[in-house]
């Protein structure tokens, strides 16, 4: 299979977010006892860009976050926690800040991180989908989604066959472990939180 070389996105917190997210995978790789090319073959990736996150000089998509933390073992919630602030009490995201990602490779979708707590087991993220946003990859990871669309009409595909049309206003809760792919429905951009609970 081809090995993907991820965009990063940087804004002005790049930096910090670059830095937190690859000691949080250097950390979860030695514990697994993987070298960077084995970590490399497990994710698909390059071993160059496997070592480029670890120094904190790019930041992954979120697609391949998720797929780095299935073959590291642990939640994307542990790999997020590692460019949050897991000590303070109370914690503002000012609208338009805090971590951005590319959705996957695709330009134009992005996710805003809002909350990652691993010792909660927790993660808040928004979404912002381009109307022609078709993932192509399926999810599958622990715990229990759930998300809550504020614009737009999203399809939810669930890899045991069903299928759940979404929009404005509406929720939609499914386990994690279920293969899961999300899709823009109709010509208009889609807005959605998603809260990601560990088990």
Known sequence: MPRHQPESKR????????????????????????SITALAELTELTQPFISQLEHGKTAPSLTTLYRMASALGVTPQELLAGIDDGHADVRAVPAGQGPHYPMSDEPGSIARLLVARAHLGLEVI??????????????????????????GRLLVELGDGRAERVRAGDALEYPGIVPHRWSAVGRHSVKLLLVGIAH
């Open 126 to 151: 928004e979404y912002e989908l381009d109307a022609e946003f078709q993932a192509r990859a399926w999810f599958e990871h622990g715990g229990t989604d759930f998300l809550y669309v504020l614009r």
């Open 11 to 34: 804004d002005a917190s790049h930096g910090e977010v670059a830095a937190g997210l690859g000691a949080a995978v250097r950390r979860c790789r030695l514990k697994a006892g993987l």
